[in-house]
Structure formats: C-alpha cells, structure tokens
C-alpha cells in the first residue's frame, strides 16, 4: 500500500467489469496505490443469455468505491476527482422518476436478439449502411437490438419510452445518473459509439438508426467527449462532492492508459473477453476483414475526433472461469500458466471457445464452442493448454487482419488485463504473433485510463505529455519459434474454426 498521507491527493479510477466492480487510487507519479475488488453474480436464463442485476453493479461499485477510502485513511478533500470505465454495450432501462430499473440488464455477450439483428440488418444495403454510419458490423452485441427487446418485452415499456418516462444508458450512464442522484443522464462518445445507433462521422444520434430498431430519441443520454466534466457525486449511501472528470468504454480506456495515442501503436487487453484496438488517428479506417471502427478516448486539448480499428473476442478470462466454475478442471485460473506449461504441446487438441458465437474476423452468432482432436491420452493439461493457445490464436488472426486494413505492420503489441499476468500466455502470444510483447509491470491499463482522462481534464496533471512522461516499467516477451512452426499450429486452428462456424463448415477461411 501506498502513502496516503493526508497532504497527498489522489484520482480514484472506478473499473465497472463484466464479472467485478473495482475501485482503485492513483497518486500524481501515476501509481496505483490502493485497489479493491468486489465480484458480482452472472445471470443465465437461458443458454445464450446473460444479464446482471443493475442494484448489484450499482452496489458492488459503491461498495468498493467507500471501502477503498476507509481502508486507506483518505478523506474526500484527498480526492480530486473520479474517472469512470465501464464493460461496454451492456443495456439498462430505467425510470426516469424513480430510477428504478425496468429489468435485468442485458450483458454485451448475450446473443438473445441475434433472430432480430438478422431480420432488422439481414439485407444488404441495411447492413452496409449501419456499418458506414457506425464503423460496426451489425450483430446482437451491440446496445440497440437489447433496447428494442427491453421495449417489446417488457409490459407497457413502449408506451412509456414513447412518453419519455424512461431512460437509456450503458453501464456508465447508470453509475453516472446514480453517483450525481439523478442529475446527469450522459454517457461518453466511447460508449456512445458501441451502440450502433451513434453516427461516428457526425457525432450525434441517428435518427435512421434510432428508427430502425424502434427507439425513441428521449430515451438516448447526452453524449460528452470522454475528458469531460460528467458532474458531482451526490448519492447520499456514497462519498459526495467528487467531480466525475472522465468517462470512457473499457477498451478504449486501456487503450489511452497503454498511452497509445499516435496512429499505429496498439494493445490487447486480456479481461473477460479479449480485445485488440489500433489506434488510427483522425482516420476512420474501414475494415474489410470483419474489424469494428470506433471512436477513441483523447485528452481534453485534443479536439478533433480519433478512432481505433478494435477486433474482439468474446470468450477470455472467461473461457479460463469456465474450466474453473463449470468443469472443475482449475482449482484457481493462477494455476493454468504452470498446468500448461508441463507438457510441451496439445497434442492436437484445439479449443474454439465460441460459446456466445464468434466475433470478429468471424462474426458467426450462431457458432458454438468445440474441442477437437481428442484422443484417449489427452489429459487436463492438454486441455487447459489448448484453452490458453486458443486466446493467443484469435488475438493473432484479430491482429494480422488489423494490419492488412491500416497498411500497418505492427513491431509490437502492448497487453493489459487481469490474463497477461499468465506467464505462459504471454510468452505463447509472442511466439504465435512472432512479435515482442509488451507487458507493463502493473497492467491495470484500463483503470489508468480513465484516471489519466479524469486528472487532465481537472488540471491532476497539466499535459498529455506530463502524463506520458510518468514512469511505467515493463516486462517484454521476446518470440521464440520460426515461421513453419507458427504456420503449423495456425492451421490446426483455422481448420478448428472453420469446422465450427455455423454457415462455412468445411470451407475456405480468410485467412
């Protein structure tokens, strides 16, 4: 623990996850001094579907957020401001009045609208369209085909949207609304961009969109720059009188807190799913392999708008949980980097953990999780091999697409995420990549992030470059293996794709 002295100050960086809500301070070198972590339930119910409850986000943040300043002395005077990151796409509705939530909320990996994405999206022209306004493929991940399915499932909802008695927002626009007691309905042009009802190139809401999916434009929060000025904490069961200086989608805030703010520089965030984001500067870079355009989080003196090419994948950490939770193969997801390691390869065993479909280059909603090439000598530790080896994998072909779309041949990749602590992971990426991967000594990127948004846009810290010349030690993993070996394994894995894709079995690939 740091020093937390009463004449330090400090950000307070709150990281809204998919499976956690954490609370973490930072003091003016940049450093985490403190952190805590609180989890939360998973709700599946039925397969393909995932919610959480809105009072357990909401009370798993607080809860972190007052327990991080008891248990290191600090007073609210200390703290200069809050900056918020949240999980994306995740979908609330609630009363404007109240505030009260009109269901669960539907988590980003939940794929219970894939029939209305396919029969709202399905032609062509409506597709190419979505894309060219949003930077996005259309597909159930996203905020608005969860809006609608709130708005025609739950009784009366329509009606009331219609009314404007209800309100939407993403996980920050919830933790924002319900830290300022319902002053503020904002959200960031991060988050506002994974909606796919925001037009990336104008910035505003789109009314074609928003029609679209049946959206009343009264639902839809302010939408604010990411350094931006959100309000003040005013929740009478929280600390009060904090200005809320920065918001930004997890992702992207990794990406600002690797500090990859020139075109071309890149990361890999390795969290519950897995995501891999270039920054591409002013340029909206249009994908032809699958890839996702998005807006990217910049500082407060930065005024015209950037983007970044993102490739995600849905199945990470929460691939290794699944090997903890459901088939009792982990005793603690720590202990994969060892247990993979003892044997020296998979034996042919590949996982291809589509178990909410496949994202990009893929985008395959229907796809389902497989494991193939077993034979009787297959052993646990081949499998939770062959679980690690597959993140790599998808991080790989994420990557290879990203770089053909900019023109970009990337040196390295910087990682970030609670899964680059795995050893063998790392050391395995860069092998698989052939490239050297970057690892900061504390990868708490995306928590950094939004505190870096936070301190600049309150004067924390007085320039990007006074952030950018803040002190951040790395460990890099240098790749071992020739390109045949690398061609190999890559093989066995496309191979292994291309027999679980729902619509290209038995198939060439892409790649």
Known sequence: MGDCSADKRFIIALDQGTTSSRAMLIDRAGHIVARMQREFPQIYPQPGWVEHDPADILSSQLGVLTELLLANNVDTAQVDSIGITNQRETTLVWDRATGEPLCNAIVWQCRRTAPMVEQLCGDPEV?????????????????????????????????????????????????VWKLTYGAVHATDMTNASRTMLYNIHTCEWDPWLLDLFGIPSSMMPEVRPSASRFGVTANPGTVQGIPICGVAGDQQAALFGQRCWEPGDAKNTYGTGCFLLMNTGTEACTSAHGLVTTIAATAPEVKEVHYALEGSVFMA????????????????????SDIAASVPDTEGVYIVPAFTGLGAPWWDAEARGAIYGLTRGATRAHIVRASLEALAYQACDLLRAMEEDAGITLRRINVDGGASANEFLMQFQSDVLGLPVVRPDDAEATALGAAYLAGLTSGFWGS????????????????????????????????????????????????
């Open 317 to 336: 950490g929460a691939l290794m949980q699944w090997l903890r939770d459901e088939l009792g193969v982990l005793n603690d997801v720590a202990d994969s």
């Open 127 to 175: 597709a190419r369209a979505i894309t060219e306004k949003t930077g996005l493929v259309p597909d159930p991940y996203f905020s608005a085909s969860k809006i609608a399915w709130i708005l025609d499932a739950v009784p009366g909802a329509r009606e009331r949207a219609e009314a404007g008695e209800l309100a939407f927002g993403t996980v920050d626009s919830w933790l």
């Open 464 to 511: 990007w470059e006074e952030v950018r010349s803040l002190d951040r030690s790395a460990e890099t993993f240098q790749p071992t293996g020739d390109d045949a070996w690398r061609q190999r394994l890559l093989s066995g894995w496309h191979e292994a794709v291309g027999r679980t894709r729902s619509c290209t079995r038995g198939t060439s690939l892409l790649f």
